[in-house]
Antibody, heavy 119, light 111 residues
Framework: QVQLVQSGAEVKKPGASVKVSCKAS????????IHWVRRAPGQGLEWMGL????????SYPQNLQGRVTVTRDTSTSTVYMELSSLTSEDTAVYYC????????????WGQGTMVTVSS | QSVLTQPPSMSAAPGQKVTISCSGS????????VSWYQQLPGTAPKLLIY???KRPSGIPDRFSGSRSGTSATLGITGLHTGDEADYYC????????????FGGGTKLTVL
């Protein structure tokens, strides 16, 4: 079946980086953007960026430019999100989600990955 | 502060109807389809409505959506306790700050 499976929970120290993976299966990997979205405790959903797995172009929000990098490995149908210079405000559940090229909906979501930043 | 504005919380009794608003601008809702997402406690968000008013397979017709100008609305009828969740609107945005935007979310309480 169609699914996105994410890597497991992470605990990082302030200033470190974290890399979360999202493995796609059950559909044509290159036909769907993959977004990254996070939800911090007590906050709402925050869009973090996306990648077009077909050609690899990415887009990030201004407030995260320079700290977030999304990459993909087409040989394993896996997308990665790396966030650097972590602070306690980056403690959140991180989700990947797919959007079919040319549409405006995120129809399949990963299960989420908890990232805790603590000294 | 989110680009799309939603009421932070709403409440209604079981069996009642609720409408959740989502206000944006011409750079997002005014020129793009809106989708809505339900996030139950401890779970990933789930697509509820897409292209303003369409329901994915498996979503009951108690859920409906509409768009007018730069605002969108999610309606839920026949509320039950299982509808207690956070609800988010989302769409593409053509401004320079972000490519995709979500509303701040609405926590729905069914009491």
């Amino acid at each position: 079946q169609v699914q996105l499976v994410q890597s497991g929970a992470e605990v990082k120290k302030p200033g470190a980086s974290v890399k979360v993976s999202c493995k796609a299966s059950g559909y044509t990997f290159t036909s769907y953007y993959i977004h990254w979205v996070r939800r911090a405790p007590g906050q709402g959903l925050e869009w973090m960026g996306l990648i077009n797995p077909s050609g690899g172009p990415t887009s990030y929000p201004q407030n995260l430019q320079g700290r977030v990098t999304v990459t993909r490995d087409t040989s394993t149908s896996t997308v990665y999100m790396e966030l650097s210079s972590l602070t306690s405000e980056d403690t959140a559940v991180y989700y990947c989600a797919r959007t079919q090229l040319g549409t405006t909906l995120m129809d399949i979501w990963g299960q989420g990955t908890m990232v805790t930043v603590s000294s | 502060q989110s680009v799309l504005t939603q009421p932070p919380s709403m409440s209604a009794a079981p069996g009642q109807k609720v409408t959740i608003s989502c206000s944006g601008s011409s750079s997002n809702i005014g020129n793009n389809y809106v989708s809505w997402y339900q996030q139950l406690p401890g779970t990933a968000p789930k697509l509820l409505i897409y292209e303003n008013n369409k329901r994915p397979s498996g979503i009951p017709d108690r859920f409906s959506g509409s768009r007018s100008g730069t605002s969108a609305t999610l309606g839920i009828t026949g509320l039950h306790t299982g509808d207690e969740a956070d609800y988010y609107c989302g769409t593409w945005d053509s401004s320079l700050s972000a490519f995709w935007v979500f509303g701040g979310g609405t926590k729905l309480t069914v009491l």
